[in-house]
């Protein structure tokens, strides 16, 4: 078997699927396994990402600035010209800066590869004819592969059974509606969304469920040849993005103000070399080097925090996606309620205390148990599982049977029931049905009042039912021995099965703080809407509007987004009405996390900005999810929601800071250079500046964020940064310019003294300004920094005062500074926070925390979904060329 040996999935659905298992070499018992580890070593692994931390990658990522580059080549000539101590020191430096952003960036890629190792996706296949759960990386042509309700299906598959399934295929042809598949071959030659028996890659079992064998695998599927044309690293997130849209605009500024200093200089007939290397380090200075350092670092850091508090990340940018959370979205079985489901009584008809309703429910059943008489269940929904499992059941489990079970129609979300074709000893049959109660008596002859009145008692006390009835079979059905929806008809209401699901007792902690995180808590459940509302009182949820399916059916998107706004419950609702829930909301530029821990909450966890499940959730939906809580504990995801919060603050005081003094010197530097009769400032104390400027810097991810800033989401505003670096940098300026004042008429400085005693006061003013901008509060020390970035601050801005008087200054072109230059530091750096200060006061008036709103590009959803096809090898070049 080798890669040439996998079909085009149209090639393959126009093949009979005996034709197709036959050309793939499989069978119908699936492959063995040595077979598939052969076949896994031939072609590669199923995986359209890589996350493996690569040295030579993030050393070229270092090294990709062309000014950085122009200026380590220009450094070079030097050398070559005779120029060798300064180039020699030159080099040493951007060696330097280099390696302190290559150490930091790779350490934080090798803690990311780390955390994508423990992550496992699975999926069922069928393999030396027993079924087993695989990881989806290891699926290879001729695998004979499971689907069920909310899987991502995991390559392309040449369908060989179906029984009612349904995929929502949006991820590859845009069309939101679910597409209906079967076995049957189709036209040879039809187009991708015409595929009907086929399933493919990164689509959603809608509904339903079916088998199919793989044809296709990686980047040799349809959504394989999508996603690696959107590059097979995993993308930057949207605030990456839009760092390096800013840092190219910084680029641009810095290659404008470059080209005017050294026209300056030139016209002044400094030597060309000199000026190239002054205007090409200025450059490098603007650049924010260690922006993907000081992300990667915080990202990193914010995981070993979050997995200290049990949360696990899929992906480090998770972190970031949970910060700008601002609609929750929740089932509220297992993660609002214990999740531990008891049965309490089974009712008759009248009201009353039966135990043949009970009967009736365990044969309508569908927990699976061994046949050992020990009554352990190893799967199967939650209320048939407490139903099994009930002390009251165990002498019905035991007793001689009375009925033989002959068909079944599952439950689904959709019907809201579930039936049975049984048959007694007397040859006598009987349709059992068991579902919510208004989906059942849809279906039953009218109830008396007393059964009224004892299901509204019910559900008053929060209590949750399902109510059950029959049909017996006579005449021409008397023998039938199949079963189908359409059987559920002309049913006797037989009775009710109560269950009791508390409410979690920190559930209302954690809603608190959810809500004062600016969060908006939002319930969707399959349940009463009656019992919904009463659980949401219980926990302290406001009020509203408690909307239902069929409110949700009958309204258009317009509609459903006004009704979403004044709701917050959500009952009787099926997995494709929360889906579209979560769409609509979305859609109104909110970011809109799912919390669900069941199969009928797959495809909402999927449609969400992030989807969030608990560590006890069904396969399904742990592997649907973007974030596990691995306690059922909602205090944690409020811990996540601070963690991305955190970052993305401490993110922002590196760029707020950073334009502000980087462009300051800049516009410093070139107005020194058009009235000093010498370089301000050689290029090797200018690269030395910033190298020590970025060691200070290493030191914000370990910062506190002042609470009011964590009360809301933060997002990335170009034109905020803008209008700061325009408005803040010629403040940085004005101080400069003190300082050459100082310089020339005070201690009437020769270019050395002048070089020095700039170094000293640039790095110390654009060093400790980020205790005024690291918050909004004025004044600055109401907000208390970290100790780390502290200590840094003040060692770095130690270190660049005491390296004039260093036995080396005089080779970096320093002399020592006069005493008294100290203490005009000292009042020009007071001077310039309290100006800073008053700064804020005034630029900050009116401009709000809460951000404005955004849309998700198309690919954000490729890029999603092809998340969960990675792995830690090189991927083949065979499979990026397909």
Not at 278 to 286: P, Q
Request: glycine share 8%.
């Amino acid at each position: 078997m080798t890669g040439e040996d996998a079909l085009e999935v149209g090639t393959a659905a126009a093949l009979p699927v005996e034709e197709v298992l036959a050309r793939l070499g499989g069978t119908t018992g699936g492959l063995s396994q040595a077979e598939a580890e052969r076949r896994l070593a031939a072609v590669g692994p199923n995986a359209l990402r890589t996350h493996r931390a690569r040295r030579l990658a993030v050393l070229a990522r270092q090294l990709r600035s062309p000014l950085l580059v122009l200026l380590a080549v220009t450094a070079a000539a030097s050398f070559f010209l005779g120029e060798r101590s300064d180039a020699l020191i030159i080099g040493v430096i951007l060696a330097a800066s280099v390696g302190l952003g290559f150490v930091n960036e790779y350490r934080a890629e090798k803690a990311a590869e780390s955390l994508h190792s423990q992550i496992r996706h699975r999926c069922l296949v069928r393999r030396d004819g027993r079924t087993r759960l695989v990881d989806v990386t290891s699926l290879v042509p001729g695998d004979l592969v499971e689907l069920r309700l909310g899987d991502i299906v995991p390559a392309d598959l040449r369908l060989v059974s179906v029984a009612e399934l349904e995929c929502d295929e949006s991820v590859l042809t845009g069309e939101s509606m679910p597409v209906a598949k079967n076995s049957q071959a189709v036209s040879a030659g039809a187009a991708l969304a015409d595929l009907r028996d086929c399933a493919l890659m990164g689509s959603v079992v809608h509904a339903g469920s079916g088998t199919g064998v793989v044809v296709a695998t990686a980047g040799r599927t349809e959504f394989g040849r999508i996603a690696l044309q959107l590059g097979e690293r995993h993308p930057d997130t949207e605030f990456q993005i839009g760092l390096r849209r800013f840092s190219m605009l910084l680029v641009r500024v810095a290659a404008a103000l470059t080209a005017g200093i050294f026209a300056i200089n030139l016209v002044l007939h400094r030597p060309v070399l000199d000026a190239l290397l002054f205007s090409l380090a200025i450059a490098v200075g603007i650049s924010p080097q260690l922006l993907p350092a000081v992300v990667s670092t915080s990202l990193a850091a914010g995981t070993r925090r979050l997995a200290q508090h049990r949360v696990l990340v899929k992906r480090l940018v998770c972190i970031e996606d949970l910060g700008d959370i601002e609609v929750l979205f929740t089932d509220k079985t297992g993660t609002l309620t214990e999740g531990r489901i008891s049965f309490m009584r089974s009712l008759g008809p009248d009201g009353r205390p039966a135990d043949d309703v009970l009967e009736l429910g365990l044969l309508c059943n569908e927990a699976t148990a061994p046949d050992d008489g020990k009554g352990r269940v190893v799967g199967g929904n939650p209320l048939d599982v407490a139903l099994w499992e009930a002390p009251a059941a165990g002498a019905l489990r035991t007793a001689p049977a009375r009925y033989r079970r002959l068909a079944l129609v599952p439950f689904d979300h959709e019907r809201r029931t579930a039936s049975v074709l049984v048959e007694d000893d007397g040859g006598h049959r009987m349709i059992v049905t068991k579902g919510a109660p208004e989906a059942v008596l849809e279906r039953s002859s009218p109830i008396g009042d007393q059964a009224k009145a004892a299901l509204d008692a019910e559900f008053a006390a929060g209590n949750r039912v399902v109510a059950v009835a029959t049909r017996p079979l006579s005449g021409e059905d008397a023998r039938r021995t199949t079963l189908t929806p359409a059987d559920e008809h002309d049913l006797t209401f037989r009775g009710l099965l109560v269950f009791l699901d508390p409410p979690k007792a920190g559930a209302p902690h954690a809603l608190e703080r959810l809500t004062g995180l600016g969060v908006t808590v939002k319930v969707l459940t399959g349940d009463n809407p009656t019992v919904a509302a009463k659980l949401c009182a219980d926990l302290g949820l406001p009020g509203g509007q408690v909307l239902t399916g069929r409110d949700v059916e009958a309204a258009d998107d317009a509609h459903l987004a006004a009704l979403i706004e004044r709701s917050t419950v959500f009952a009787r609702v099926t997995p494709e009405h929360k889906a579209r829930i979560v769409r609509v909301q979305r859609r109104g530029g909110l970011d809109v996390a799912f919390l669900g821990d069941g199969v009928n909450d797959v495809l909402a966890l999927h449609a969400a900005d992030v989807g969030i499940s608990v560590e006890t959730a069904t396969d399904v939906a742990k592997d649907a999810a973007d974030v596990l809580l691995l306690e059922k504990d909602l205090d944690i995801l409020a811990d996540g929601v601070i963690q991305g919060r955190r970052i993305f603050g401490n993110t922002m005081k590196y760029v707020l800071m950073g334009t502000s003094s980087n462009f300051g010197n800049m516009f410093s530097a070139a107005a020194a250079s058009a009235f000093l009769p010498f370089l301000p400032m050689l290029p090797s104390q200018i690269l030395l500046n910033n190298l020590l400027y970025d060691s200070s810097q290493l030191a914000i991810p370990t910062d506190t964020v002042d609470p009011e800033r964590l009360r809301r989401p933060s997002r990335w505003d170009v034109r905020l940064i803008r209008r700061f670096m325009l408005f803040f940098g010629p403040i940085s300026s004005l101080f400069d310019f003190a300082t050459f004042a100082v310089m020339l008429g005070l201690f009437h400085a020769g270019p050395p003294l002048f070089r020095t005693g700039w170094f000293v006061e640039s790095l110390a003013t654009q060093v400790l300004v980020i205790f005024a901008i690291r918050t909004r509060r004025v004044p600055f020390f109401h907000s208390r920094p970290s100790l780390p970035l502290l200590l840094a601050a003040l060692g770095v801005v130690a270190v660049g005062a005491l390296i004039p008087a260093a036995p080396f200054a005089a080779a970096l072109g320093f002399r020592p500074l006069p005493a008294p230059f100290f203490l005009v530091l000292a009042l020009l750096v007071a001077a310039y926070l309290v100006l800073i200060e008053l700064g804020k006061l005034w630029f900050y008036r009116g401009v709000p925390l809460v951000p404005a709103g955004r849309e998700r590009t198309p690919a954000h959803a490729a890029h999603r979904r092809a998340h969960r096809f990675t792995t830690s090898a090189a991927l083949p070049a065979e499979g990026r060329r397909r």
